[in-house]
């Protein structure tokens, strides 16, 4: 392993050397490099060149280097966007090497592949020309088929599930790994603390759970009176629209916090504010930050093994830090870090399923086997 920043020439080296040795080269690059300035891109040398992409940069170049034979590369969905596409089709051109690799994007969702969240990422994969392209994996249709929908029952908000029939029942069978809700990804870790709440009561608990004796990192972080207050009288599935009004004023115990704005009521800028998860559904997508979620029973917000249960790491996956007063430290100590580790992750089962069918093409294309272990998935 070469651990460290890519762009020092002294690990860019290392990792030179000890791929190009390999007798039979470097099957697979992966990355997923931050792009905060593809927004104002408009041609191939901004892309490449602005220094707040440096890591795409680099992406790019070790690809050069090593040539290998596939790549995988993924980013938010929100490229899409920008600059009408012209982004996205730039991305391609730039794997693609000059037509070395053969190029392909798509977006997919985790909600699809067994992930208990719906979380959707661009995809590019890529093999050198005349390899076989890999396929894209056939996901569930959960996320774009099924919708949680509020409705007034009894003169109050709820918030039910609508879809297929055969998705429903898949969602809701707590045996079937292919579509996982929060409570069935959640409900063992019930009682925060260094203990599971309950024996598994899923397959995907069961799973998460080989080779752990004990949950770890999971105590949530504190939150503020008014909010528990607020998330009392919010459904599961609901935010923060769904206040009544005597708890959307802007202070409810006296106890002043943030901006003020108008002090009357919560502001505009609290529109996501105070979701809590619907236990029959996916979870939101899980961001860098404690509170993107609050628990669809209790009034409080999600631990770190919560969120990587979210994300599908198996319990066995620990976040680890490094000692206070290391320079460079995050702002907000240890479990800040945590959480922003875990939020900034690709979900396991969605790199899986994506590293599956890039094994079995290249398996077919090469004299390999889809057995060699340099093929295999974990």
């Not at 602005?50 to 280097?65: A, C, G, K, S």
């Given at each position: 392993m070469v651990e460290g920043d890519l762009t020092d020439q002294a690990n860019h080296s290392r990792l030179a050397e000890l791929v190009m040795p390999m007798d039979r080269g470097l099957d697979l690059l992966a990355g997923g490099p931050p792009c905060q300035a593809f927004s104002q891109v408009r041609n191939h040398d901004r892309l490449l060149e602005?220094?707040?992409?440096?890591?795409?940069?680099?992406?790019?170049?070790?690809?050069?280097?090593l040539r290998p034979r596939a790549l995988l590369l993924e980013n938010v969905p929100g490229l899409l966007q920008f600059n009408g596409g012209e982004v996205r089709e730039q991305i391609e051109i730039d794997l693609s090497l000059g037509g070395v690799y053969d190029v392909s994007s798509l977006v997919l969702d985790a909600g699809d592949f067994g992930t208990p969240q719906s979380r959707s990422?661009?995809?590019?994969?890529?093999?050198?020309?005349?390899?076989?392209?890999?396929?894209?994996?056939?996901?569930?249709?959960?996320?774009?088929?099924?919708?949680?929908?509020?409705?007034?029952?009894?003169?109050?908000?709820?918030?039910?599930?609508?879809?297929?029939?055969?998705?429903?029942?898949?969602?809701?069978?707590?045996a079937d790994l292919t579509a996982v809700t929060a409570e069935q990804a959640l409900s063992d870790l019930s009682r925060p603390g260094g203990r599971y709440s309950s024996d598994p009561r899923s397959a995907f608990q069961e799973a998460m759970r080989v080779g752990s004796d004990a949950p770890q990192d999971h105590l949530p972080s504190r939150i503020r009176e008014d909010t528990i207050l607020r998330l009392k009288g919010i459904p599961p599935g609901g935010n923060v629209h769904d206040l009544p009004p005597e708890l959307a004023q802007r202070y409810l115990t006296g106890k002043k916090w943030?901006?003020?704005?108008?002090?009357?009521?919560?502001?505009?800028?609290?529109?996501?504010?105070?979701?809590?998860?619907?236990?029959?559904?996916?979870?939101?997508?899980?961001?860098?930050?404690?509170?993107?979620?609050?628990?669809?029973?209790?009034?409080?917000?999600?631990?770190?093994?919560?969120?990587?249960?979210?994300?599908?790491?198996?319990?066995?996956?620990?976040?680890?830090?490094?000692?206070?007063?290391?320079?460079?430290?995050?702002?907000?100590?240890?479990?800040?870090?945590?959480?922003?580790?875990?939020?900034?992750?690709?979900?396991?089962?969605?790199?899986?399923?994506?590293?599956?069918?890039?094994?079995?093409?290249?398996?077919?294309?090469?004299?390999?086997?889809?057995?060699?272990?340099?093929?295999?998935?974990?």
């Open positions: 602005d220094p707040r992409n440096r890591l795409y940069r680099e992406f790019v170049n070790v690809l050069d280097e990422r661009l995809v590019f994969v890529g093999v050198r020309r005349g390899e076989v392209l890999p396929s894209w994996p056939a996901g569930s249709g959960l996320t774009s088929k099924v919708r949680l929908q509020r409705k007034l029952i009894r003169g109050r908000g709820r918030y039910v599930l609508e879809g297929p029939e055969e998705l429903m029942e898949r969602l809701l069978d707590p943030g901006p003020a704005g108008n002090g009357k009521r919560l502001a505009r800028r609290h529109f996501y504010a105070y979701r809590r998860l619907h236990p029959r559904w996916l979870a939101w997508t899980a961001n860098t930050k404690a509170d993107f979620a609050y628990h669809y029973r209790q009034p409080r917000g999600l631990s770190v093994r919560e969120v990587a249960r979210i994300q599908g790491f198996p319990d066995t996956f620990h976040v680890t830090t490094a000692s206070q007063g290391t320079p460079g430290q995050l702002y907000g100590g240890a479990r800040h870090s945590r959480y922003r580790q875990i939020g900034n992750a690709v979900p396991p089962p969605l790199a899986a399923a994506v590293g599956a069918e890039l094994r079995n093409a290249l398996a077919v294309s090469g004299s390999r086997t889809a057995e060699d272990p340099l093929l295999r998935v974990a």
